[in-house]
């Protein structure tokens, strides 16, 4: 379990522009669409594990430069979509910087490898009754 992330304000670059869709009269003219940028390399806020953590899970999402970001379009006000936009990248970082679960070994129980080995004989001992030799 890690503690959870907490990102300085400071860190996060908020733009806003135009939402795409269906807007009635604002549609043209008002940017609500929230695009929240953080910049992992160079974070204050992360220590090298979660750095790392953040880098291998999320390479699909963040730019050569180390930008990730994240984007909300889905209610009317700036603000909210600002907030929103903001709980969105926390979570996907919390879940980025969670490192995997070590493996547990296992082992096959002897009566399953039992089974299996009979399992080949009965398959060998059928295929050896089909060829020519085993007709004799």
């Known amino acids: 379990m890690t503690p959870p992330i907490e990102i300085e304000p400071s ?5 806003f522009v135009r939402s795409s869709g269906p807007g009635g009269q604002n549609v043209n003219k008002v940017s609500t669409r929230a695009v929240v940028s953080f910049n992992v390399d160079e974070s204050r806020s992360l220590t090298e594990r979660q750095r790392k953590l953040i880098r ?3 390479t699909g999402r963040i730019s050569h430069t180390g930008l990730l970001r994240v984007s909300c379009q889905r209610h009317r006000t700036q603000l909210a979509n ?10 996907l970082l919390s879940i ?3 490192p995997p679960r070590p493996r547990k070994r296992t082992r096959v129980p002897a ?4 089974a299996r080995l ?8 059928v295929k050896e009754l089909r060829s ?5």
Request: no cysteine.
């Open 11 to 15: 860190e996060l670059r908020v733009t």
């Open 132 to 136: 020519r030799a085993g007709r004799e």
């Open 96 to 98: 980025a910087a969670t």
């Open 82 to 91: 600002r907030e929103e936009a903001v709980a969105r990248l926390i979570d």
């Open 118 to 125: 009979a399992d080949k004989r009965h398959r060998s001992r």
């Open 56 to 58: 291998r899970n999320l």
């Open 111 to 114: 009566q399953a490898k039992a």
